[in-house]
């Protein structure tokens, strides 16, 4: 079991590493190139909003059919989408057609492929690796997102000035292809699943039952969507606060994201090196106060500290890590497999739809207000959230208990 169980997730890996890789690139290039072509916070923020909007209102109600699907087929179905999505906009940028809200489309398609892809694949990993590993399972899956994020942004500012976004998204549809080609290659046990007949109604309410089911959960989660409806906009800011604020260009921008991915590796890398068994919802509390004081303190620099920047992006980039391996595993633990699809795909849309909306707000506030006043209201209330996380006893001791069944287990 433990040979074949890490021969799996070497598979799977392998390609999950090419396909977040492309994508890393290609997302920053899309970046980069609207923030040089627009230089506009609104339309960033839109683009933002684009690619989270879908996938938050899809991932709100897709939890029962990630839980009845074959799930490996879903994230192969997932993939294949996101590709020839991508390949009909390098074909427009190919033939020189290629405008902004093409870009916008692209990104709302990859959303709503990632709706059905990401909730398959984390309910997934608990039927694949034993329940102690988890934790080990998301630092390592934070490690190969920063990692890209460390590449992502450098190879994305180089290929910019090399060639056109046509070829730039390619890489993107090859890393799908080659996932695709991975997941094929192993077996994705599926949990028990109902006969009757599909309600979603009834399987809706299942997802939140099995929420509320655990003790402090719903706060638990309700705090981790309230600290991401301030973080997710402001993320989407740092390109344009170089430019604007701290008088740098396409270097300085894939710097300060090179910055993030190499505080996210760390982060990751802690959390993968090993098993820990000390209450991880404390951790995450400390991981809340971390990044809004990363905030807070970038809204204060002057114009001439931007190594400072860089410093508050790498913390931020650690606590990113830090946060999501742990709260992942914390849900993928109290959580039983048949219904935890439900759970995540609530989580994932919960989160991602509040954060959505903050960004039209978010946009008009540094159009109107700054980008300085921005971090700095962000990072307070952030810091505030982290506060009252530790102020909730239920929250505090959600996973002092890791023996307990998860809620849905069948007895």
């Known amino acids: 079991m433990e040979q074949?169980?890490?021969?799996?997730?070497?598979?799977?890996?392998?390609?999950?590493?090419?396909?977040?890789?492309?994508?890393?690139?290609?997302?920053?290039?899309?970046?980069?190139?609207?923030?040089?072509?627009t230089r506009s916070a609104e339309v960033l923020a839109l683009a933002a909003i684009c690619g989270m909007l879908p996938q938050s209102v899809l991932g709100i109600f897709v939890g029962p059919y990630v839980d009845r699907w074959n799930r490996k087929r879903t994230m192969i179905a997932s993939d294949s989408f996101i590709a020839f999505c991508t390949l009909l906009l390098a074909l427009l940028f190919w033939l020189g057609v290629a405008r902004t809200w093409h870009i916008y489309l692209l990104l709302a398609c990859r959303s709503a492929g990632s709706a059905f892809h990401r909730?398959?694949?984390?309910?997934?990993?608990?039927l694949l690796a034993p329940r102690s590993q988890l934790t080990r399972i998301a630092g390592i899956n934070q490690v190969?997102?920063?990692?890209?994020?460390?590449?992502?942004?450098?190879?994305?500012?180089?290929?910019?000035?090399?060639?056109?976004?046509?070829?730039?998204?390619?890489?993107?549809?090859?890393?799908?292809?080659?996932?695709?080609?991975?997941?094929?290659?192993?077996?994705?046990p599926e949990p028990e699943r109902p006969k009757r007949t599909p309600d979603l109604r009834r399987e809706f309410r299942e997802g939140f039952s099995a929420i509320f089911a655990v003790r402090g959960m719903a706060w638990f989660i309700g705090l981790a969507i309230a600290v991401l409806f301030f973080i997710m906009p402001v993320g989407v800011l740092f390109p344009l606060m170089t430019l604007e604020h701290f008088g740098g260009g396409t270097y300085e921008m894939s710097l300060v994201e090179i910055v993030w991915g190499a505080g996210a590796l760390a982060g990751g890398a802690l959390m993968g090196?090993?098993?820990?068994?000390?209450?991880?919802?404390?951790?995450?509390?400390?991981?809340?106060?971390?990044?809004?004081?990363?905030?807070?303190?970038?809204?204060?620099?002057?114009a001439s500290g931007f190594v400072w920047f860089a410093l508050f992006t790498a913390a931020a980039g650690i606590t990113s890590s830090v946060?999501?391996?742990?709260?992942?595993?914390?849900?993928?633990?109290?959580?039983?497999?048949?219904?935890?699809?439900?759970?995540?795909?609530?989580?994932?849309?919960?989160?991602?739809?509040?954060?959505?909306?903050?960004?039209?707000?978010?946009?008009?506030?540094?159009?109107?207000?700054?980008?300085?006043?921005?971090?700095?209201?962000s990072g307070c209330i952030i810091c505030l959230l982290g506060i009252v996380a530790f102020l909730i006893p239920s929250v505090r001791q959600i996973d002092s208990k890791r023996d307990e069944e998860p809620a849905g287990q069948k007895r």
């Open 144 to 188: 190969i997102s920063a990692v890209s994020d460390i590449a992502g942004p450098a190879l994305g500012a180089l290929l910019i000035s090399l060639t056109g976004m046509g070829t730039i998204l390619m890489l993107d549809v090859a890393g799908a292809l080659f996932a695709c080609t991975t997941l094929q290659l192993v077996r994705i």
């Open 4 to 37: 074949s169980w890490k021969k799996t997730f070497a598979i799977i890996w392998s390609g999950q590493f090419l396909s977040v890789l492309s994508s890393s690139i290609v997302g920053y290039a899309v970046i980069f190139w609207l923030s040089i072509e």
């Open 323 to 377: 946060f999501s391996a742990a709260f992942i595993a914390v849900v993928q633990h109290r959580i039983a497999a048949e219904v935890l699809g439900r759970v995540l795909s609530l989580y994932y849309g919960f989160s991602l739809l509040p954060a959505a909306l903050g960004l039209l707000g978010t946009g008009f506030l540094a159009e109107q207000v700054g980008l300085r006043p921005t971090f700095i209201i």
């Open 119 to 126: 909730p398959a694949m984390q309910a997934s990993i608990p």
């Open 273 to 302: 090196v090993r098993n820990y068994h000390r209450n991880r919802a404390l951790l995450i509390n400390a991981m809340y106060l971390v990044v809004g004081l990363s905030f807070l303190g970038s809204g204060l620099l002057p």
